[in-house]
């Protein structure tokens, strides 16, 4: 049956409140009985024929959930939204899907994004890297033009390598658990060398 316009609303409503019988209402606009009777009680309710407010979908997750979420994913960035799907239970204990992961993700500004590549580095790396930041910080250009960046990248050809995303907040591009580590591989490769310097490049 049709549903009944706002005119028609308002129209149903005098004819109730001047005393007709639901009955004859319901067979004037054509529609069911219960569909009067609901307009009436609503009328009396809010004093309004409009619609009420829906709540909307109900959330399949609560906040406690949404922490877990949360928690299993900054424990390895790695995971997709997919497997941490999978290792959670929603309301009445109902899976969710890795879509409504992505939701949480977002409401809590995490974006699915390539990571940065870097390579492994010990913790005497890191000492030694910045302890050179530190000996350098105050050279100025003419210190620089004899120094020469030089670098060397090796292709690995015999495969493609898949596409892997990484979970992460804006600023966290470099952040330690979003960046992948890589080491040298072997099989078919192709080694590029190339250098610059202060006005040079090699």
Known sequence: MPRLTPEQRQRAVGRLSAGDDPEAVAAVFNVQLSTVYRLQQRFVNTGSTADTKRSGRPRVTRLRQDRQILRQHLRNRFHTANETARNTVGNHQRPIS?????????????????????????????????????DHINWNWRQ???????DKSRYC??????????????????????????????????????GIGLNQTL
Request: charged share 25%; net charge positive; with cysteine.
């Open 144 to 150: 620089w033009r004899n120094i020469v960046f030089a």
């Open 98 to 134: 890795g879509q409504t992961v992505r939701r949480r993700f977002a409401e809590r500004d995490l974006q699915h994004c390539r990571p940065a590549r870097g390579p492994v580095l010990t913790q005497r790396h890191r000492m030694a890297r910045q302890q050179w930041a530190q």
């Open 157 to 194: 050809i015999s495969h493609v390598d898949g596409r892997v995303r990484v979970g992460r907040r804006r600023g966290e591009c470099y952040a330690e658990d979003c960046v992948m580590k890589h080491n040298a591989q072997g099989g078919p490769n192709v080694m590029v060398w190339g």
